[in-house]
């Protein structure tokens, strides 16, 4: 019997970053947030995503 290489579940890092910022993107600009949180903003929402199981293990 021949095995099957399992693909990696997921998204990659530049998916995911490209995720990041359509999201914030779309919050931004139909919410009124400081210049100051954006940095915050972004990060969280890539955390978010990198442990909410979408993104890859491997990057």
Known sequence: MVEQQRKPVGID?????HLTSDIVSAFVANNAIPAS????????????LTHSGLASEQV
């Open 13 to 17: 890092q530049t998916e995911t970053i």
């Open 37 to 48: 949180e954006l940095q915050d903003l972004l990060r969280s929402t890539f955390a978010t």
